[in-house]
């Protein structure tokens, strides 16, 4: 495995061109080559063209085809690597029971109002260990790898204390160095008020700034920090106390805001110059016309309000107003136990108004500007990372078309082919 790989003749290579977030019509040029190819040398993507162009670079460059490994992706579509922006992946335990006691007609608010939800998840990973947490980690990566993921965000906020907290981001943190796909960790220690500051949010935010920040930033265990600014849990005021000071620190900074009640949460992404605002069922018109204004990503997450059967995020009317839209999982224990890229594209394109074309550029380029990374990850350009994907069919077209299935074929990271389905699956182990 040197990062050194050829593919060609794929029927179409969709490189999703471009270095920022996309917005309105932009989302929809997908900058396909038929007939397409692709070099990535030393991991990192060396050549873009036909196959014909390729073919001719070849054959005068000094080096040896021999260093090579080969894909010929006849009658397949090429993708960029899919960036998954938005994850809560580990966790201890599991909520299989409050999901039937949703089924049967609880709302997510009302379970964790009686102590369950977010805090249950929390006495679950406070108990298990840390290589408990790794191994249920590795299983669930190598899913999302099977999915085409090849970049993931992974947030802490399942401790709510620092130890636990801490316990997490090394989790993640180790993760990112022993697993292909990377991984982008984000501190949420404000995701619920715990039971020991019960009615105190404020002296909550205080331990948070001053007692559990220092050491994550310390040992550079998060790039970003993230709050669940939501009626109930934490206000508009004390969210914009808990990120400035965050950003004080060094952190970059995104947003849970306005998921269940119109708070004004996207208002506050945007007057902070946030990354990105993530769920936004119920943002505002006025939140996102400031949120496209001042260029923050609307990170929608389609898969969590088909689990709790609440209505979607106005994905055409956000797009139409000239927001960056990127599209994520969401994949936690409690509100969308899903890593399926497949059901994020059915939902997005059967049920939010978002085409084909906008739900591929959300999933690679402007989920990579979710994370601050466009100018490495999201398309297939010349120096970016060689992270792509092959379809077994010979279109983009077929991935929402084959409703909820899996479209992947391969999976090359770093130019190396990781995932191969036609040689059952995962490549490395
Ligand atoms: O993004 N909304 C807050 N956090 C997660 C759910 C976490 C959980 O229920 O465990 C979300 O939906
Ligand atoms: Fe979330």
Redesign the pocket.
């Given at each position: 495995m040197n990062g050194n790989i050829i593919i060609k003749n794929a029927s179409e290579l969709v490189t999703c061109s471009g270095f920022a977030a996309k917005k309105g019509q932009e989302m929809s040029e997908l900058h396909i080559i038929p007939d397409g190819a692709v070099v990535v040398k030393e991991g990192m993507i060396e050549a873009v063209g036909t196959t014909k162009e390729i073919e001719a670079k070849l054959a005068k460059a000094e080096s040896d085809p021999a260093d090579f490994d080969f894909i010929d992706a006849q009658n397949k579509a090429v993708l960029p690597g899919f960036v998954d922006s938005?994850t809560?992946f580990i966790?201890g335990g599991y909520?299989a029971e409050e999901f039937s006691w949703r089924l049967r007609g609880d709302s997510?608010m009302d379970i964790m109002k009686r102590g369950g939800?977010?805090a249950n998840?929390v006495q679950a990973t406070r108990a298990a260990s840390a290589n408990e947490l790794l191994q249920a980690g590795i299983k669930r990566l190598d899913s999302m790898l099977s999915f085409g993921v090849t970049t993931v965000e992974g947030k802490s906020?399942?401790g709510l204390d620092k130890d636990t907290e801490i316990k997490q981001l090394d989790v993640i943190n180790h993760l990112g160095g022993i697993h292909y796909i990377d991984i982008v960790p984000t501190f949420l220690g404000a995701?619920a008020v715990p039971e020991k500051f019960k009615d105190r949010g404020d002296d909550f935010i205080d331990y948070m700034i001053k007692e559990v920040m220092p050491p994550v930033v310390e040992r550079k265990l998060a790039e970003y920090c993230d709050v669940?600014c939501?009626k109930n849990v934490f206000s508009v005021s004390q969210s914009r106390r808990l990120l400035t000071g965050a950003r004080e620190l060094g952190f970059k900074i995104k947003l849970?805001a306005d998921?269940i009640v119109q708070l004004g949460g996207a208002e506050l992404a945007a007057e902070l110059n946030a990354t990105s605002a993530?769920?936004l069922l119920q943002a505002s018109d006025e939140g996102i016309r400031q949120m496209a204004q001042a260029d923050v990503v609307a990170t929608l997450?389609p898969g969590?309000a088909f689990s709790l059967k609440e209505p979607y995020a106005r994905g055409r009317y956000i797009i139409d107003s000239n927001c960056a839209v990127a599209l994520a999982t969401?994949f936690?224990?409690?509100?969308?136990f899903t890593e399926s890229i497949p059901l994020i594209f059915a939902l997005a394109t059967l049920y939010m108004d978002i085409t084909t074309e906008e739900a591929v550029s959300a999933l690679t380029i402007n989920a990579a500007a979710a994370l601050d990374r466009a100018d490495t990850i999201g398309s297939i350009d010349v120096a970016k990372q060689g992270d792509l994907v092959v379809l077994e069919y010979p279109s983009y077209k077929f991935i929402p078309y084959h409703v909820g299935v899996n479209t992947v074929d391969k999976v090359v990271k770093n130019g190396n082919l990781v995932f191969d389905k036609e040689k059952g699956g995962m490549t490395y182990c």
């Open positions: 938005h809560h966790f909520r997510y939800g977010i998840t906020g399942y995701h669940f939501e849970h998921e993530d769920h997450l969590t969401d936690n224990p409690g509100s969308c």
